[in-house]
């Protein structure tokens, strides 16, 4: 059974920084893209960021470029969004699923992990 299981969450001040974690199971994770998602209150579940199957290469909203990096460690089955430069804007729900950038994500999801950027 495919799991998706977010972390790393919180309520943090615009310009400081998060990182999330994602532990993926029930399927092969080196052998595939991995994403984070963010869906705001009212708005639809974007894609935010990608990362091919050994990490070699990534992807990224323009809204996030240069303040967010995706990672993952095929080691621990798990993927990571480090996000800088924090903002009001960023605030959302964020999830992890399969796939790379632009494909259809898998049915699965997880919980996410909820973002509040606020002063």
């Known amino acids: 059974q495919v799991q998706f299981v977010e972390s790393g969450g919180g309520l943090v001040q615009p310009g400081e920084s998060l990182r999330l974690s994602c532990a993926a199971s029930?399927?092969?994770?080196?052998?595939?893209?991995m994403s984070w998602y963010r869906q705001a209150p009212g708005k639809q579940r974007e894609l935010v960021a990608s990362?091919?199957?050994?990490?070699?290469?990534?992807n990224y909203a323009d809204s996030v470029k240069g303040r967010f990096a995706i990672s993952r460690d095929n080691a621990k089955n798990t993927s990571y969004l480090q996000m800088n430069s924090l903002n009001p804007e960023d605030t959302a729900v964020y999830y992890c699923?399969?796939?790379?950038?632009?494909?259809?994500?898998?049915?699965?999801w997880g919980q996410g992990t909820q973002v509040t950027v606020a002063s």
């Open positions: 699923n399969a796939g790379g950038w632009g494909t259809v994500p898998w049915p699965s």
């Open positions: 029930g399927f092969a994770f080196s052998r595939y893209a």
């Open positions: 990362v091919t199957r050994i990490g070699i290469s990534t």
